[in-house]
């Protein structure tokens, strides 16, 4: 089971349910592999999935990579610098934020508070370079342009359009327009995994609350909207469950464990 973590099972306010996590522990008892499946960071993903009782591997940044739980590297698909620099000049001609990533470190060119909303959603540390053309590195994980969450709706068509065929882009949490390589997303790694487990597509289970989470979701043999989700989704899953706090992992356990 691909379990996303923001919208999914923590709320926006990062508060678990008691109720959730007990009905997840119950779904792990009885012998079903969870895997989180996040497009967060991998060292904004370890914590929680500890604190959920999940021992590895993490599908994070998107899919773009998978990672055991000490770090380990199993599958590593970044933006290429030259294309990254694409959307880094997009965001810089409209006055967006915009991030991306170094050997797990968040990297940005200024200190704005879009920046530290993010990190401290993500628990991450801000690290100011002087230009993200020389400080990214040969490929990055993903960029980031945090802005308002009306703004980001906006945005998306166009960022679509623009990189089809070149990026992967989606909104995760409505104020994250979030750009990875277009071989990575949230199914291509899932895929990548359940190979690597012997697991058979018709076994796997996707719950997801973003338009990051639509891949996965379509992908798998029974995908998992939570309520109130954007439209393609809900389109993309088998049924829905209720948003963390109101039932949802319990409505699945009972659905998995029947």
Known sequence: MALDLDGTILDMHLNLDPRDVEALGHIVTAGVTVVACTGRPFPGAVPWAKR????GPIV???GAEVRTMDGGVLLDHGVEHA????VIRYARERDLHVQAYRDDQLIVERDRHE???YAD???MAIHVVADLDGAMGPTTPKLVIVTTAERAEAL?????R??????NAATSVPEYVEFTSVESDKASALRFLSERLGVAQSEVVAVGD????ASMIAWAGLGIAVEGSPPEVVAAADRTIPGPGHGGIQQLAEVLLQ
């Open 52 to 55: 959920l009782g999940l021992g």
């Open 60 to 62: 994070c940044y998107q």
């Open 83 to 86: 294309l990254a620099m694409e």
């Open 115 to 117: 920046a530290h909303q």
């Open 121 to 123: 959603h993500a628990g």
């Open 156 to 160: 998306l068509p166009d960022v679509r």
């Open 162 to 167: 623009r990189w089809t065929g070149r990026l």
């Open 210 to 213: 973003g338009r990051n989470d």
